[in-house]
């Protein structure tokens, strides 16, 4: 039916073609709140998809604490707790390749003072020096200056670290999963401090 312009038709004419076009309407309407729900329905089997994705098991390394734990860690706290182990181990093995026995090593530089990256106004004496690392100076000092820079790094009651009896070097670390450790000295009863991983600085 030629309709032409709205504006001439009759109000009778105006149901009736409403009347006509509202099953296409209807049907518009229709597949548009299907795709809705059909999308709906993909997201929560996205999801559900994901959160059913087994869990990686613990690394062997892990203590029995952090195996208990490790169900309810996120992703990325899996992530950063493995990067930060494998750093660790990277840091410890880098440092006995470093490691020096005496002054006459290959690798062994000159003694003198050094200080620390986050503490310049402090410093003390190496008896040598090892080869740098990632540009930081590794100094090898006696249990006396070890001892010192425990002490003048003590903040009231939070230590870095303590020289036993025994001679072990104990290094305070709370704050990560494998707890405290210790530096063991050499035969000749010196500690190689790049065995700390901590940032230190040669001086002239």
Known sequence: MDTGDDETMTEAEIDAEFERT????????????A????????????KE???????PPPPDWASDVLRRMWPTLTDA?????IGDH????LRETAAQLRRTDSADSLGA????????????????HAERFEEPWNG????????????????DLTDGDDSP??????GRALVYMPDYEDGDYFIEPDGDGLYHLAELGWTFDQLD
């Open 136 to 151: 930081w100076a590794t100094p090898v000092v006696t249990r006396e200056t070890l001892a010192n820079l425990f002490a």
């Open 161 to 166: 670290g303590t020289v036993q009896e025994d």
């Open 35 to 46: 795709e809705q729900i059909m999308a709906e329905v993909l997201d929560t089997i996205d």
């Open 22 to 33: 509202q099953p296409i309407g209807n049907a518009i309407n229709a597949l548009y709140r």
């Open 49 to 55: 998809s994901t959160m059913s994705q087994p869990i």
């Open 77 to 81: 706290d899996r992530d950063a707790l």
């Open 86 to 89: 494998d750093n660790a181990v």
């Open 109 to 124: 530089r000159p003694g003198g003072m050094f200080t620390l990256d986050s503490s310049p106004h402090l410093k003390w």
